[in-house]
């Protein structure tokens, strides 16, 4: 009988604790999913990325989310704005020249992720 009962509390404690060692496990799960460093780091650079095409001029910024964000192409845009084509070229290389510079740090950690 004694043996019983020692054994049905062997048995509760070591359920217990299982149960206690699967809540701090999925406890450290969630922690570390709400964590994930390539979305920190999307996040991050995605408000980098924001905050200098925000700084452009007015017309540079304009060009380059027609093509970038609306994929309206080089001679559409040009057409589109009333300028030349070098015009749109010029535009686009000056926000892409921003954004690598202020990207510079980040290329090699993306590169990383790829």
Do not use: G
Not at 36 to 57: F, S
Not at 89 to 99: N, R
Request: charged share 25%; with cysteine; proline share 3%.
């Amino acid at each position: 009988m004694n043996y019983l009962r020692q054994e049905r509390f062997h048995y509760e404690k070591n359920n217990s604790l299982s149960e206690l060692a699967l809540w701090e496990l999925d406890f450290k799960i969630s922690a570390l999913s709400a964590c994930d460093p390539c979305e920190l780091y999307t996040n991050e650079v995605q408000e980098i990325v924001n905050h200098t095409l925000e700084k452009l001029p007015s017309k540079t910024r304009q060009i380059f989310f027609m093509n970038r964000y609306e994929d309206i192409s080089y001679p559409e845009i040009a057409k589109k704005l009333f300028v030349n084509q070098k015009t749109v070229e010029y535009h686009i290389s000056k926000a892409l020249k921003a954004l690598r510079a202020v990207l510079k740090d980040y290329l090699s950690f993306l590169i990383y992720l790829i």
